[in-house]
């Protein structure tokens, strides 16, 4: 086989590899979703996502709040990898959804991309909350039909 040909091969074993591991990942964050939604029917979802480029990490960031506008859970993923997890962070919880669109910047200023993503999780909150995007409830209700 021409030095080419094995170019060729290599980089179609390589694409291939990538595919699964996005599909890995893709699987995992439906996962984790269909669980929080499972767990929490009423309230608001917000999810947000920063997309990493060169040497930048990407992040997601899942924000789900009550109808009190308490934070009941913030689930975070990033990293360069497919083989990225999302990480719980408990000491969040609890905090007013106010609180947390003032200072999105919970986890730092190491961290610009989960700031990115959280701020995002809590516009689409607001623009739930304001009645531009379906409520969680009559999303699952759609879902359902």
Do not use: C
């Amino acid at each position: 086989m021409a030095l080419w040909q094995w170019g060729l091969l290599l980089l179609a074993l390589v694409w291939a590899l990538q595919s699964f591991g996005v599909w890995l990942q893709m699987r995992h964050y439906s996962d984790v979703f269909k669980g929080i939604t499972q767990k929490f029917t009423d309230g608001y979802v917000g999810t947000g996502a920063f997309h990493g480029r060169f040497l930048k990490k990407g992040a997601i960031a899942i924000v789900v709040v009550g109808p009190d506008l308490i934070v009941r859970r913030i689930l975070t993923m990033a990293g360069r990898s497919v083989f990225a997890k999302f990480s719980r962070h408990e000491a969040f919880e609890g905090m007013n959804l106010d609180k947390l669109r003032a200072e999105p910047a919970i986890f730092g200023d190491k961290e610009p991309g989960l700031t990115s993503a959280i701020t995002q999780a809590v516009a689409q909150i607001d623009r739930t909350r304001g009645g531009e995007e379906p409520s969680l409830r009559e999303s699952l209700a759609n879902a359902g039909a």
